[in-house]
Antibody, heavy 116, light 110 residues
């Protein structure tokens, strides 16, 4: 059974870069697509991006200029970088397996607050 | 790329049936059969309940069903149980390998 766990700083200063890592257990990240979804406090979900280890990457057009997803197959991890953050980027960030345009399973999520 | 439209809240009594709508356009819901639904309890991660409009993952009760008509998808929960109280999110493929979520609907079981 695939399990995902997010990790990274819980506090990021405005204009800096948010960096999160998702560690996958129970399957190789060489299979499937792997992605990120976020949820601002009290609001709905927002798809950020997803990537296959073979290189294909798809980004939310509204975030594309600031987002990078990378993968480390040796550690079975994938990562998210979001540059030039503002308070609007404060959210719970989830990593998830992406299969045929559905997210399953999900990590437990990690809250990232953007504040000075 | 506007969010899919869901009602803010719906409610029902135990044993009843409720439906939650998710309205998009011909460029997303209406154009593809890749609608998924997620259940989210407070403080928890979302859980996949329906995918490809009407398919149920293993382990999801058959009380949960999905359908689509034109640009609107629906999630129906029959035989409501107290544990069904949660927020439900819809998601649709919108072409060019991009995905779009709705704003979420809070289901209250009275």
């Amino acid at each position: 059974q695939v399990q995902l766990q997010e990790s990274g700083p819980g506090l990021v200063k405005p204009s800096e870069t948010l960096s999160l890592t998702c560690t996958v257990s129970g399957d190789s990240i060489s299979s499937y697509y792997w992605g990120w979804v976020r949820q601002p406090p009290g609001k709905g979900l927002e798809w950020i991006a997803h990537k296959h280890s073979g290189g294909s990457t798809n980004y939310n057009p509204s975030l594309k200029s600031r987002v990078t997803i990378s993968m480390d197959t040796s550690k079975n991890q994938f990562s998210l970088r979001l540059t030039s953050v503002t308070a609007a980027d404060t959210a719970i960030y989830y990593c998830a397996t992406v299969q045929s345009f559905r997210f399953d399973p999900w990590g437990q999520g990690t809250l990232v607050t953007v504040s000075s | 790329q506007s969010a899919l439209t869901q009602p803010r809240s719906v409610s029902g009594s135990p044993g009843q049936s409720v439906s939650i709508s998710c309205t998009g356009t011909s460029s997303d819901i209406g154009g593809y059969n890749y609608v998924s639904w997620y259940q989210q309890h407070p403080g928890k991660a979302p859980k996949l309940m329906i995918y490809d409009v009407s398919k149920r993952p293993s382990g999801v009760p058959d009380r949960f069903s999905g359908s689509k008509s034109g640009n609107t998808a629906s999630l129906t929960i029959s035989g409501l149980q107290t544990e069904d109280e949660a927020i439900y999110h819809c998601c649709s493929y919108e072409g060019t390998y991009t995905l779009l979520f709705g704003g979420g609907t809070k289901l209250t079981v009275l």
